[in-house]
């Protein structure tokens, strides 16, 4: 039998060391993704309310629900919010709605379950407290009504379900083309020198400098949706 060993402890060091970065970039890509994710989070979040605050503005009476009274579109009034998870295959985000403490004019006490009331077709019953009588005004005249008054739908056909539709349409087609794409984080991914750059410090810097790397690489990712 005809045997050969190499013993080029150089040779072999190199090749540890390559391997080491490589590892690390990875490694690092992993370390940094929390941060990454965060800052994509957040900022989606962000675009989202103002993009349900511009429809709001043009299509009042189908988003005016999910806004303080006579606050439709302005960030100030808003009776929703946004949070978010990460999880093992990504984000998750969940829509939240809060209650109203302003007042309708020709109302003495906030409608403080309004947005989820509205949002989901639910049916108000109103009746006097101690009045016999009910006082409404229809804009030009008042009118009185006696015993309760059951309304199916206070805040209209139209905004029944508005909300969700709209989250939904945003984070299903929306998010990809207004965060990912148009911040320049999908093509910088896709895209992106900085494993190949920094190659050449892999055989003498090894598994921290794929690290460093792959962290930096991630987190940048992450600014430019700032």
């Known amino acids: 039998m005809i045997?050969?060993?190499?013993?080029?402890?150089?040779?072999?060091?190199?090749?540890?060391?390559?391997?080491g970065y490589m590892n690390g970039f990875v490694e690092g890509a992993e370390i940094g993704k929390d941060k990454f994710l965060n800052s994509l989070a957040k900022n989606g979040i962000q675009i989202f309310k103002e993009f349900v605050d511009q429809q709001a503005r043009v299509d009042p009476k189908m988003y005016h629900h999910i806004y303080e009274w006579y606050q439709t579109g302005a960030a100030s009034g808003r009776l929703f919010d946004i949070d978010y998870s990460i999880e093992n295959s990504g984000l998750t985000f969940n829509g939240t709605l809060s209650q109203s403490a302003s007042i309708k004019s020709g109302s003495n006490v906030p409608f403080y379950d309004k947005a989820r009331i509205m949002e989901n077709g639910i049916s108000v019953t109103i009746k006097p407290k101690t009045a016999k009588a009910l006082?409404?005004?229809?804009?030009?005249?008042?009118?009185?009504?006696?015993?309760?008054?059951?309304?199916?739908?206070?805040?209209?056909?139209?905004?029944?379900?508005?909300?969700?539709?709209?989250?939904?349409?945003?984070?299903?087609?929306?998010?990809?083309?207004?965060?990912?794409?148009?911040?320049?984080?999908?093509?910088?991914?896709?895209?992106?020198?900085?494993?190949?750059?920094?190659?050449?410090?892999?055989?003498?810097?090894?598994?921290?400098?794929?690290?460093?790397?792959?962290?930096?690489?991630?987190?940048?990712?992450?600014?430019?949706?700032?």
């Open 3 to 19: 045997s050969s060993t190499i013993n080029d402890r150089e040779f072999f060091k190199d090749m540890n060391n390559i391997i």
């Open 135 to 226: 006082k409404f005004n229809n804009g030009a005249d008042d009118i009185f009504v006696s015993g309760q008054v059951t309304v199916e739908n206070p805040g209209g056909i139209a905004v029944v379900g508005a909300f969700e539709n709209i989250f939904e349409l945003f984070f299903t087609q929306h998010f990809r083309q207004s965060v990912l794409e148009l911040t320049g984080i999908k093509k910088y991914l896709e895209s992106s020198r900085d494993f190949k750059d920094n190659f050449r410090y892999a055989k003498t810097q090894g598994k921290q400098k794929g690290i460093n790397v792959g962290y930096n690489w991630i987190t940048r990712a992450g600014d430019l949706s700032d």
